[in-house]
């Protein structure tokens, strides 16, 4: 497995906008997949985005609930860092949000490495 360090969430108002950064500690990959789910108290637990990447190419997918209004990205800097951009946010957005590596992207399943999840609350 490998260790995911995450950092943002918070509190959060509704219309506003989120920045979820998770990080592999002390590796970086030429290959491999980064993602993120959410989990609300009472519901199951929900693919939100994903980004996966080879030395030639990148490919990404985004959860229907947060499709248009999600964007991750690879940083261009920090290449073991992955950043979840969250706009225009609604109250039903309000979770935890679990890092995941290798996750199939195409798919939404999970992989087995997970962060330590990060409350996000978005107040209306």
């Known amino acids: 497995q490998v260790q995911l360090v995450e950092s943002g969430g918070g509190l959060v108002q509704a219309g506003g906008f989120l920045r979820l950064t998770c990080a592999t500690a002390g590796r970086t990959f030429s290959t491999y997949a980064m993602g993120w789910f959410r989990q609300a108290p009472g519901k199951e637990r929900e693919f939100v985005a994903g980004?996966?990447?080879?030395?030639?190419?990148?490919?990404?997918?985004y959860g229907d609930s947060v499709k248009g209004r999600a964007t991750i990205l690879r940083d261009n800097d920090k290449k073991n860092t992955v950043n979840l951009h969250l706009d225009l946010l609604k109250t039903e957005d309000t979770a935890v949000y679990y890092c995941?590596?290798?996750?199939?992207?195409?798919?939404?399943?999970?992989?087995?490495?997970w962060g330590q999840g990060t409350q996000v609350t978005v107040s209306s």
């Open positions: 980004i996966s990447w080879t030395l030639a190419s990148t490919y990404s997918n």
């Open positions: 995941n590596g290798g996750l199939d992207v195409s798919s939404g399943r999970p992989g087995d490495s």
